[in-house]
C-alpha cells in the first residue's frame, strides 16, 4: 500500500521557499523598529524646549540675558537673510577643509603603510599638530598665510585631519595578516594587496574617522572665524556671533548657534548615510541582524 507524499510548494527547491519571519510592518516608509530612535530624542526635546521657555518667563529673564526658545525661533527667521549668507561661508570652509583632510589623510596613511621608516618619521610631528590648541597657533597662520579665508582653511584642515589618519592607519594595518601572506604567496603586487585588501578592510576605519572629522572640520572653521574676527558681508556666523555680543542681540547669538549646531547635526547624519551606504551589504558593522 503506497503512502500518498504531498509535493512541496515550491518544487523542492529553496528559491520559493516561505521566508521564516515575516516582514517588518512600516509606518510612512519606515520601519517599525526605527520610529522609536527617531521618536524618543525629538520628545526629550519638546520637553527640555518647553521647560527653558517655562522658566524665562516664570522667572521673568530679560531676553538680553537668557532668551527663551519661542523668541530665539523667531529671531532665526526676521535674520534669515544676514545669518543664511554668514553659514554658507562658514559651511564652505568646513567642506574644503574636510575635503583636503581626507585627500591629506589618506594619501599619508597609505604612505605610512607603504613605509614603516616613513611614518617613524612623519606621524610624530602629526600628532604634535594635533594636540597643539588651535586657537594658540591661529594667528600665526593668519599673519603667516596672508590671506583670510587660506588660513581659516587651514586651520580648520588641522583639526579635522588627524583622526582621518589615524583611522585609516589603523585600518590599513588591520588587514587579515594571513591573507597579505596569501597575497605574497601568489606573487600580488604591493599595489594590488593595498588595492584589493587593505583599502577594503580600512574603509569601516576611514568612514568612522569621517565621522568624526565632519564635526572636528567645522569646530575648526567656527573657532578660525572668532580668531580671525573679520567682518563685512563674507563674514562666517563666528563673527555674526562676536557682533550680536557686542550688541547685547542674544536672540541672535543663540540663533547663530542654533544654526552651528543644526549644521553639525546635518554633517554627521550625512557622513552617517555616507557610511551605511558603503558597509551595509557587507560589513559585521552595518549588517543588519534578524536575532
Not at 154 to 174: D, E, H, K, Q, Y
Amino acid at each position: 500500500m503506497s503512502v500518498p507524499v504531498e509535493t512541496p510548494r515550491s518544487g523542492g527547491t529553496d528559491a520559493h521557499a516561505l521566508p521564516i519571519a515575516m516582514a517588518e510592518a512600516r509606518i510612512l516608509g519606515l520601519p517599525v523598529s526605527v520610529w522609536p530612535r527617531i521618536l524618543a530624542p525629538l520628545v526629550i526635546g519638546v520637553i527640555v524646549l518647553a521647560l527653558w521657555e517655562f522658566a524665562v518667563r516664570w522667572n521673568e529673564i530679560p531676553h538680553y540675558v537668557l532668551p527663551g526658545p519661542i523668541l530665539v525661533g523667531q529671531t532665526l527667521v526676521a535674520d534669515w537673510g544676514t545669518l543664511s549668507g554668514s553659514l554658507w561661508v562658514t559651511l564652505k570652509i568646513t567642506f574644503m577643509a574636510l575635503a583636503a583632510a581626507v585627500v591629506v589623510g589618506v594619501t599619508l596613511a597609505v604612505l605610512f603603510s607603504q613605509s614603516k621608516w616613513l611614518e617613524m618619521a612623519l606621524l610624530p610631528y602629526a600628532v604634535i599638530l594635533q594636540v597643539t590648541p588651535i586657537v594658540a597657533i591661529a594667528p600665526l597662520i593668519i599673519i603667516w598665510a596672508n590671506d583670510i579665508d587660506l588660513s581659516l582653511l587651514i586651520c580648520a584642515w588641522i583639526v579635522a585631519f588627524f583622526p582621518i589618519l589615524s583611522n585609516t592607519i589603523l585600518g590599513l594595518n588591520s588587514a587579515d595578516h594571513n591573507l597579505v601572506n596569501l597575497f605574497e604567496l601568489y606573487g600580488a603586487s604591493r599595489w594590488q594587496t593595498m588595492r584589493y585588501l587593505k583599502l577594503p578592510a580600512a574603509l569601516p576605519y576611514f568612514l568612522a574617522g569621517l565621522k568624526v572629522s565632519g564635526g572636528l572640520a567645522l569646530i575648526g572653521a567656527v573657532v578660525a572665524e572668532f580668531v580671525a574676527g573679520t567682518g563685512g558681508s563674507a563674514s562666517g556666523l563666528a563673527y555674526r556671533i562676536l557682533e550680536a555680543g557686542y550688541q547685547l542681540k542674544i536672540p541672535r547669538v543663540f540663533a547663530a548657534l542654533v544654526m552651528i549646531s543644526l549644521s553639525g547635526v546635518a554633517i554627521f547624519l550625512a557622513t552617517s548615510l555616507i557610511s551605511h551606504l558603503l558597509l551595509h551589504r557587507w560589513h559585521e558593522s552595518a549588517i543588519r541582524r534578524e536575532n
